[in-house]
């Protein structure tokens, strides 16, 4: 990529129309989590702004994040790939491979030092030297703090990248950790997820690709427009937990009717992401309204939690979840007790006033 064009560039040189732009703005515009007051400034920097550079590196890992990448609806990842960013290096996207394929991610490093974005999916291994993970022939540490050296944002999508994953399972024979233990002092965002929404991974990258700077994030480093509620917080299974309305089994009636899955097993009231509203799949569903419950994947060291069926102990400030229930449904129903006497008492005082006024104006007739 000698001359580095604009997004605009791109749609002119295809013959893409003005408005098939403005569609493409409006989704990004979304998709980053953007109030509609933005759009404006997002043309505008689709139209100005070179193309970002991004070289997009595995470590230990299975894919799975980049298999969630080329499942974004909003927008497609062939726009995004063909379009909107110039994606110079990726072992699973890329036709190339081999020798080749290694020089051009040399070359790719030299001519845009400190202009490309760095997407790194996977864990690092790092016991004996690395050795466990190669990458062109290389331990795979030693290409990530290479091209970290240049990079101008650096983003960790999976929580195999953000903390290890899977691999890291106690006893961790293969030493594997997060990517930012790996980068000097430059800050990583971090994405977690196993994987993360396709979406949430667009949203990121395309924030930086468009603004030139780091989302807004929390004290994890997480973008904050995706990690900001926990699942708990958007499920529409909510008003069942309120209700103390639990399954204690996965095949029982309360299962079969959608009541809460917190007894077995849900992370949702400690999980931080957007399952609940943004959902996979283009919105289609996510575990929790499938029927299986949250597992916490976007939290760091999941994977050595309790079984995924065994439901927490306890939920914040509440105490014991087994208490939740008969606590709301005795408030509850202390509530509707006293709603019932309030509306009798109600009842009551319209009744009499009728009567009275009734009774005052047969007197008024017969004063006649």
Not at 64 to 88: H, K, M, Q, T
Not at 127 to 147: A, E, H, W
Request: net charge neutral; charged share 20%; glycine share 10%.
């Amino acid at each position: 990529m000698d001359k580095r064009e604009s997004m605009w560039d791109v749609y002119l040189k295809k013959g893409m129309s003005r408005r098939s732009f403005i569609k493409g703005c409006v989704a990004l515009t979304s998709v980053m989590g953007l109030s509609t007051d933005m759009l404006s400034k997002v043309v505008e920097a689709a139209e100005a702004k070179p193309l970002p550079v991004v070289i997009w590196l595995h470590g230990h890992e299975c894919t799975g994040c980049d298999e969630s990448f080329i499942r974004s609806g909003a927008p497609l990842a062939s726009d995004l790939v063909l379009n909107n960013i110039a994606l110079e290096y990726d072992h699973l996207l890329s036709a190339a491979c081999g020798e080749p394929f290694e020089a051009h991610l040399e070359e790719t490093i030299e001519k845009y030092k400190g202009q490309y974005i760095l997407a790194v999916e996977g864990a690092v291994a790092t016991k004996d030297n690395g050795i466990y993970c190669m990458s062109g022939g290389r331990p795979f540490i030693q290409t990530l703090q290479r091209v970290a050296k240049g990079a101008a944002a650096i983003i960790a999508y999976g929580s195999c990248a953000v903390a290890g994953g899977i691999q890291a399972a106690k006893p961790n024979p293969t030493g594997s950790a997060g990517i930012a233990h790996f980068t000097g002092n430059k800050q990583v965002i971090n994405v977690p997820g196993c994987p993360p929404i396709p979406e949430v991974m667009t949203g990121v990258v395309m924030h930086i690709a468009l603004f030139g700077k780091l989302p807004p994030l929390d004290a994890e480093d997480r973008p904050k427009q995706f990690y900001g509620n926990r699942i708990h917080d958007t499920c529409y299974r909510r008003p069942f937990f309120d209700a103390g309305m639990f399954a204690d089994r996965f095949d029982d009636a309360g299962s079969k009717a959608g009541w809460c899955l917190y007894k077995l097993g849900c992370r949702g009231p400690e999980t931080y992401n957007s399952c609940g509203n943004m959902r996979w799949y283009q919105g289609m569903s996510y575990p929790v309204q499938s029927g299986a419950p949250c597992i916490g994947c976007s939290n760091a060291n999941f994977w050595d939690d309790t079984p995924f069926t065994q439901r927490l102990e306890k939920y914040g400030p509440l105490g014991n979840i087994d208490k939740i229930g008969a606590g709301l449904a005795i408030a509850t129903a202390a509530g509707v007790a006293a709603h019932g006497a309030a509306s009798v008492i109600q009842k009551k005082k319209r009744d009499k006033a009728a009567r009275d006024a009734e009774k005052a104006e047969k007197g008024e007739q017969v004063n006649k």
